[in-house]
């Protein structure tokens, strides 16, 4: 039985609800925390789907310490997941999270327990990550993960400190209005990222009120930055995140797939020292820029080649950050003359 708490966050999805209280149930957790949205108003699909998920997390058939917060209305995706995580937060010193479309793989629970028990008193270490956002594996040499800036939440553990210093520095209460609010002056760059891509994409997140593209995640990692703080990225992919499709609010690319949950060997080969990778780090920031990075809005819409795309994300990625600037300048001002 896991002694680590699972916290489970939930909408309309009763499918994908499912299948990730499947692979919670292998573990077996001793404390289960469900947080799960309302119907949006007038949705009347709404209505029969989100208790369609509230009947699937009826089922728990092992001994387990249950605590629901289900919310009567929508509460919207941003409130839902940071109003949910003081709730947990408020019980319990360190959790392990999963969104209803992140299905882990059968050595997740171990390796996070694991790490947050080997981290907890070092608070340096601000999250541990499960989902390896497709970095090679040989950039890790021996080691079983790597510290870098930020990571995926597809699948994330963090402690109660941590999370609640975060909250100090975005109070958001979602009561009036969803905009962040800061306590503390953003992140300074460069601070531990590698890539100018990468810096621009946190400033702006930083500047942004626009919680669709920047959303909690980002306003989590921005606090790590501030203060210094390092994540933990998996050497191997250990949740799937399984929820592409038009039902997803930010994951809507048809036929997308994540790579596939793998398994890691025990005991973890910890890294010599708690220092920030920088191949590694410089690896995630180039799936970011892929993503969702200035060039790549850029590149999508003056270069239709994916060959030329590739060799444009190259250039403003290399070491060489100054030509990459100009490069991407140019591209900007060709966009605003077509």
């Known amino acids: 039985m896991l002694t680590t708490p699972v916290t489970l966050i939930a909408f309309n999805r009763p499918e994908l609800t499912s299948g990730t209280l499947a692979a919670i149930r292998a573990a077996q957790p001793a404390q289960l925390f469900l947080v799960a949205d309302g119907p949006r108003p007038g949705n009347a699909d709404d209505v029969e789907r989100c208790a369609a998920v509230r ?35 408020s019980q ?68 109660a400190d ?28 460069p601070g531990l990222l590698v890539t100018r891509s990468g810096q621009q994409h946190f400033a702006d997140a930083a500047a942004s009120d626009d919680t669709v593209t920047h959303g909690w995640d980002k ?34 690319a048809p036929g997308k797939r994540d790579n596939a949950a793998e398994e890691i060997t025990f005991p973890l080969h910890h890294p010599a020292q708690v220092a920030l990778n920088p191949e590694v780090e410089r690896e995630l920031e180039l799936v970011l820029n892929r993503v969702g990075g200035r060039a790549a809005t850029i590149a999508r819409q003056v270069l239709r080649s994916p060959r030329l795309r ?11 950050a100054t030509a990459a600037h100009r490069f991407v300048s140019q591209l900007g001002e060709k966009s605003r003359r077509a």
């Open 162 to 189: 941590r999370w609640q210093r975060h909250r100090s520095v975005f109070p958001r209460d979602h009561v009036s209005g969803d905009a962040p609010v800061r306590t503390v002056p953003a992140v300074q760059q």
């Open 219 to 252: 306003h989590w990692w921005l606090t790590m930055m501030t203060f210094g703080g390092l994540a933990i990225s998996p050497a191997v992919n250990l949740v799937e995140n399984v929820g592409w499709g038009a039902d997803a609010t930010h994951g809507v």
């Open 310 to 320: 590739h060799a444009a994300r190259t250039a403003v990625n290399s070491r060489a």
């Open 55 to 89: 009947a699937v997390l009826e089922d728990i058939d092992w001994p387990c310490e249950v605590h629901r917060r289900y919310a009567e209305e929508n509460l919207g995706l941003e409130a839902n997941v940071e109003l949910g995580l003081d709730w947990v937060f």
């Open 92 to 159: 319990v010193d360190a959790s392990i999270v999963l969104e209803d479309d992140c299905q882990a793989g059968a050595t997740f629970f171990r390796y996070a327990a694991d790490l947050l028990e080997h981290h907890r008193a070092d608070e340096r270490v601000w999250q541990v990550s499960g989902s390896g956002l497709g970095v090679p594996r040989r950039l890790f040499g021996d080691d079983s993960y790597a510290f870098t800036a930020w990571a995926s939440v597809w699948g994330w553990a963090t402690w």
